[in-house]
């Protein structure tokens, strides 16, 4: 008998694919053991006796991991398979995540291991990213796109920010945090075998460009990355902006928000990471209600609107009286971050050249979040000068005009109409699609 057509949700049809199936999988373990991992970082460093200024050495490290690895990164993912990369990366961090939880359940971990093992598991989530979403066009349709950033999206704060940090939480007040670091091993292995039974999957790029001298290749393959980068308004508009998003919020996210609890409003590590998962809720939600919608007309204005705006739930956690309040403020905040990432990655998917799109990546991670680790490493000090609630208010406003000074300076509601990304079908009022499987 002939196969019947599967009828599935417009938010749902990159799963028809067997390939899609397997990288969703590993995707969202992979984010899982990141959770596990972002929590346990903070607490254990607190467990050995660091206070804000270790903390934020700690989480700075991580950043600097990420910073100085992305370029290579993506590099790598415009010349090399990105599923060995991915599968490389997981294993790498089973690693490092198995090293940390023996000495610390040993009662040997320093502050310096902690450290250096924030700087690796920090160079795996910069190389990481580039792979993916080099890998993504080529094992699905351009149609299937702005669905597989919404699950992304969807699963990335479950995963990353709820389900992850609530078992850590949990973990570590129940015993300690060297047990929550055999969970994020675990999770990592898991993964790596999500990706081993992928098929291969091809590069995009003519061969012809990969040959020759090495070094030569490299360099110029950045130095095209960041000629795009510069001649490309909307790319250019948008990185720096979230540069600027980055160094005002993340640093008070990352660091100030335990300290907050601790000291503002009596919480502890399960009342962190019931923070995380409100922000994880709020942007799992509005990023499977973006993955269920055609891609705006106004994609860019909208974007900007949101993101514009996202910084301002910071002044309701300077302001915080209780501990429901920062849950609140973080459920907000997730809805305005992470939402406008579906469009963001379909944006880049869609107008990037195929063989650039490894390193156009690479460039959106490394601007985005070159100024992390100064954000990190500046928060403990800036909230000592200022004070915890100075601190988180000046954060929170800081963004919004400069938000609109970019989206002016780059004429981006001018660039959207000349480059529409609305296909002819998107205005049809399908409540779902219908799709073969494609294994």
Not at 136 to 141: E, K, N
Not at 367 to 389: Q, R
Request: proline share 6%; glycine share 8%; net charge negative.
């Amino acid at each position: 008998m002939p196969q019947q057509p599967v009828q599935l949700p417009r938010a749902l049809t990159p799963f028809a694919f067997r390939q899609y199936r397997w990288l969703a999988v590993g995707l969202i373990l992979s984010l899982f053991a990141d959770g596990v991992w972002a929590i346990t970082l903070v607490w254990q460093v607190i467990g050995i006796g660091g206070a804000e200024a270790q903390v934020s050495m700690a989480t700075a490290a991580a950043g600097v991991g990420m910073v100085v690895s992305t370029l290579g990164g993506g590099v790598l993912a415009d010349r090399v398979s990105q599923r060995r990369i991915v599968i490389a990366l997981e294993a790498a961090k089973a690693v490092v995540f198995a090293a940390v939880a023996v000495a610390s359940l040993s009662g040997a971990l320093q502050l310096w291991q902690v450290v250096a093992a924030a700087v690796l598991t920090g160079v795996t989530t910069g190389m990481y990213y580039p792979a993916y979403s080099a890998m993504l066009p080529a094992i699905l349709p351009e149609s299937d796109l702005q669905a597989a950033n919404g699950i992304e999206g969807f699963f990335r704060p479950v995963a990353f920010q709820a389900v992850g940090p609530l078992i850590a939480g949990w973990v570590i007040a129940a015993t300690a945090p060297g047990y929550a670091v055999v969970i994020a091993a675990v999770a990592s292995i898991a993964a790596g075998l999500c990706y081993v039974a992928m098929d291969p999957v091809p590069l995009r790029r003519e061969r012809d460009s990969l040959e020759g001298n090495a070094i030569r290749g490299i360099v110029t393959d950045i130095s095209e990355g960041v000629a795009y980068l510069v001649k490309t308004p909307w790319l250019w508009a948008t990185l720096l902006y979230s540069t600027v998003l980055v160094l005002a919020t993340l640093g008070p996210i990352e660091v100030l928000i335990p300290f907050v609890l601790r000291e503002r409003v009596g919480g502890d590590a399960a009342d962190h990471a019931l923070v995380l998962a409100a922000y994880g809720v709020g942007a799992a939600i509005t990023s499977l209600a973006f993955a269920s919608i055609p891609m705006p007309r106004r994609y860019l204005t909208i974007m900007f609107a949101i993101w514009g705006v996202s910084s301002l739930p910071l002044v309701l956690m300077g302001v915080a009286n209780a501990v429901w309040v920062v849950v609140v403020a973080g459920f907000i905040m997730g809805v305005l971050f992470d939402g406008p990432m579906v469009l963001w990655g379909t944006l880049l998917q869609r107008r990037v050249p195929a063989a650039l799109l490894g390193r156009v990546a690479s460039l959106d991670f490394f601007v985005s979040v070159a100024l992390l680790p100064v954000s990190m490493a500046i928060a403990a000090p800036v909230a000592g000068a200022l004070g915890l609630k100075t601190t988180f208010i000046v954060a929170g406003l800081i963004p919004v005009p400069i938000a609109v000074v970019f989206y002016l300076a780059a004429r981006l509601w001018r660039d959207e109409i000349e480059h529409p990304l609305r296909d002819e079908d998107d205005d049809a009022d399908d409540a779902a699609v219908e799709v073969l499987d494609a294994d």
